[in-house]
């Protein structure tokens, strides 16, 4: 079964959802003349937004834009927050509940920005009605939940795509090309820091609301998933919901990825350390002038004798010889890149740099971290990607 949108009632749109698919290395593809011609002609997408809460107006605004999208309807169901988010779009019917956006015809797409814990119902109805998909991370709070949204999904061929918004910034993308120019040499180990003082949420730990951006990046930069994890939390504000988490997970190759995940901190911090066989690499995510530096510095087998130090404060100045290069990265909007690709993925059949599977390998190791924490730190193996 195939949906497709009613062109008398909802305006031309070239949808996947009558699209057939070839599968290939469990990837969909369409041929080359078929998505340059839907590109080409790709007519306006409109877009529901189910979720005006902090991250929703920014959704909002991207997908308003009038040239290739609008948003036909803003959803919440704080008639507050609604009515605020309203008045800057009033051209959009805005309401409290999701059915009122998900039953009607002329809405091609849906994008679900509410807590994680309702990810799932809301992108399955939403689906199940025709409508391709854009959840923001994480995906679900389980696997099998993601696995039901990404065999919907396919079944009716339809876009699903998570919000890991992170793979769509200059920086890391930069990143991803010298790592994969070999521009580091083989990868000892990643670490990883994402603090700040709140949001604080209810529904899911800091692991799941925060480390899922790192794990998404750590996936994407080292082409591979985790294949096991150790973790331990900390609960201080909501019974049972950890506001720190740390951990380790191992990856192919021996690579090691550290995380420190927390929103009871003073410090805003959005830091990755990269260390290479080659050279190591810094991203620092608040710094928008110099994100990225490079340095060319390794360690070696050749013993080298220490330099002569006499006094404290030269051994606090002392540092390894080596050349700091700062690489100038592109400018860019990563969530405007973001929402352009969702809408290049409908118009052309195209599958997401961070689809349904993605999304799903996020959930997996994330999965594997709460077992760890409930067991008190204990590595546990990542499940297999199937």
Known sequence: MRFRVNLKEAGPIHTTAARSRARLSGRRHRPAWQSNVAAARMAMIRVAVIGAGQWGPNLIRNFHNKETSEVVWIIDRDAARLNEVHAYFPDVHAAKDPEEALRDPSVHAVVVATPTSTHYALAKEALERGKHVLVEKPLTTEVKPGRDLLELATKYGLTLMVGHVFLYNPAVRKVKEYLESGHLGDVYYVSMVRTNLGPIRVDVNAAWDLAAHDLSIANYWLNAEPLSVSAIGGTWINQGIEDAVFATLRYPQGVLVNLHASWLNPRKARDITVVGEKRMLTFDDMNLNEPLRIYDRQVSDV????????????????????????????????????????????????????????????????????????????????????
Do not use: N, W
């Open 303 to 386: 013993r080298i004798p220490p330099t002569y130090v006499d006094s404290f404060a030269s051994f606090r100045a002392s540092v390894p010889k080596g050349k700091i290069s700062v690489p100038k990265v592109p400018p860019g909007e990563p969530l405007a890149t973001q929402c352009a690709h969702f809408l290049e993925c409908i118009a052309t059949g195209k599958d997401p740099l961070t689809g349904g599977r993605e999304g799903i390998a996020v959930v997996r190791a994330l999965e594997a971290m709460q077992r760890s924490i409930r067991a008190g730190g204990r590595e546990e193996e990542v499940e297999l990607s199937c």
